[in-house]
Each structure stands twice: as C-alpha cells, then as structure tokens.
C-alpha cells in the first residue's frame, strides 16, 4: 500500500511528496527484512536443538545395543539385527523414517525372543526399541524444523530478488513483477505458509517471466526465472514439512 501510496503522489505531480513516501518503503522493506532474519534465526535455533535432541537419543539407542548384543550369544540372525540397528545409530545419517522401521524391527525381534522364552534379552530389545523409537521421533522433528527454515530461506530470497527486479521496470510489466513481490512478501515469516497462495506465487511469477521473455526482456527474464526456481525450491520444502 506504501508503494501503491508513493506511485500515485509520483503520478500526480506531488514529486516532492512522492520522495518522501518512497523514503518511507524503504524504511518499512528494512522493517521486513529484519523481521524476516530474525524469523530464519529463531528457526536455526530450533533446528539446532532438535538435532541435539535427536543425536542424544539415537547415542542412547547405540548403547544400549551394544548392551543387548552379548545377551544373544548363539542367535546369529538377532545379533546381527541388533548389530544393524546399532551401526545405523552410529553412522549418524539416520533418517527419522530409517529409525523408525528399525524400531519395528526390534519390536518384532522381542516379541520372537519372548515367545522363546528369553524374557530378559526380550525385555532389552524392548528398550533398544524404544530407544529407536525416540529418536526417530526426535529426528523427524529435526528435518520438520530443517524443511521449515529452508521454505522460509527461499522465500526470503524470492522476496528480495523480485522487489530489485520490479526497480528496475516501469509500466505494466513493473508492476506485474511488483504484484509477485507482494505476493510473496504475504508468506514471509509465516509458521506454516499456505500451500496454496504458494502455488499461487509460482504461477504469477511464471507468468510474469514469460511476459518480460515476450517483451525482449531477456536479462529480466533469466532473473525472473531464477526467482520461479527459488520459489519452487520453497514449494518442495512447504510440502516436506508437511509430510513430516
């Protein structure tokens, strides 16, 4: 609205005025920007404590295996099942969904060695899969929050890049570029953004590259289509988070 405000003192004479609105887009962009950084900050500090979180736990998991492992002495087949948990743990890539279908796994071992009648060994596969089980809780958590901070880093990026392109144009195609920029800056700092006005986003900046290619607007162009793959990388990122 600000810059709506500024165009229409520009377009009616009042120069002077029109300066000072500008002056005052220029304060309020700074105003988003900050906000914005702060927003990136606070995820990378959740980012950071979830995976601390996650590695403790699958550290915990490691150990109790390899405290399981001598209790299945004569059973090769099971130490080795154990044995694969515990080196997953230790490679420390360990998807959440890797670790989780390694809890189901000795979920089913324990309840193969109670049937057995290895009440003890049953009862520390048990934990081990327990174990197994928060720190995949505790990992997927990790790659929600990674997934949220890399929607809102492309986002972030998109927002700048398409507001310094739409300075550089005038006209119909300025504001087309500045109608994508608004667009996107509705999405900025949001917890969750909408899937929708994201895919919306997309379109118009699609659209709006294909316009400034039409025109002869090639450099324009390259840089609008670089903006369209930065808001498809936060697309890809919106609906990971959402998965997970």
Do not use: C, Y
């Amino acid at each position: 609205e600000a810059r709506d405000a500024a165009a229409a003192l520009r377009a009616s004479g009042h120069h002077t005025e029109a300066a000072q609105m500008e002056q005052i887009v220029h304060e309020l962009e700074a105003g988003l920007a900050a906000s914005v950084k702060a927003g990136e900050l606070g995820k990378q500090v959740s980012w950071f404590d979830a995976a601390g979180a996650a590695a403790g736990a699958a550290q915990e998991a490691g150990e109790r295996a390899a405290g399981v492992l001598p209790m299945l002495k004569g059973k090769p087949k099971a130490q080795m099942a154990v044995l694969n948990a515990k080196e997953l743990v230790d490679s420390h890539g360990a998807s959440g969904k890797d670790l989780s279908d390694a809890a189901d796994q000795m979920h089913d071992l324990a309840q193969q060695l109670k049937d057995e009648g290895q009440d003890d060994a049953a009862k520390e596969v048990e934990a081990l899969a327990g174990a197994l089980e928060e720190a995949a809780k505790l990992q997927l958590e990790a790659e929600k929050h990674q997934a949220e901070q890399e929607v809102q880093n492309t986002i972030g990026s998109a927002s700048a890049h398409v507001h310094a392109l739409a300075q550089k144009l005038d006209g119909e195609l300025g504001d087309q570029v500045l109608a994508v920029g608004v667009k996107v800056d509705g999405l900025l700092g949001s917890e969750d953004p909408d899937v929708g006005e994201l895919r919306e986003a997309l379109a118009e900046a699609r659209d709006a590259a294909a316009a400034l290619r039409a025109s002869g607007h090639h450099t324009e162009a390259a840089q609008m289509e670089q903006i369209v793959h930065e808001l498809e990388a936060g697309l890809a990122a919106s609906v990971k988070a959402g998965e997970l």
